[in-house]
């Protein structure tokens, strides 16, 4: 019999969390590695997780640019990953369309500056 594809895991996974408000991110800390938590907004894409930021100058920006390793706590899920900034414009396209309609608080915002300060897309582990 062959083995479930951990990719349609995934997104099953991810599929039942979507709608949460918001994930708890543990990342590293560039020097020490100490795990650091904050609480953060987030949005699904398919098989992956998007982090966004008003603010690239953030601790858990800093330490996730640095090691890229993250673990995230949404509802009942516990997700390991490696984050990577979305530095393509049709990629943040793709995040800014995702954060209007989640996060509806956020249009004043991206009216004003057309997107978030950063990203980074999540890709999960297996």
């Given at each position: ?89 049709a990629d943040m396209g793709r995040v800014v369309e995702l954060m209007k309609r989640k996060y509806p608080i956020s249009l004043p915002y991206l009216w004003i500056k ?13």
């Amino acid at each position: 019999m062959p083995s479930p594809d951990p990719k349609v895991d995934i997104t099953a996974r991810l599929a039942r969390i979507a709608r949460a408000g918001t994930v708890t991110l543990t990342h590293y800390g560039r020097k020490s590695g100490k795990p650091y938590r904050v609480t953060i907004w987030f949005t699904v894409d398919g098989d992956h997780i998007n982090l966004q930021t008003m603010n690239m100058k953030r601790q858990w920006v800093r330490n996730v640019l640095a090691s890229g390793r993250v673990s995230l706590q949404i509802k009942d899920e516990t997700f390991e990953g490696t984050a990577v900034q979305v530095t393509d414009s049709a990629d943040m396209g793709r995040v800014v369309e995702l954060m209007k309609r989640k996060y509806p608080i956020s249009l004043p915002y991206l009216w004003i500056k057309k997107r978030p300060d950063g990203a980074f897309r999540v890709t999960l582990a297996a």
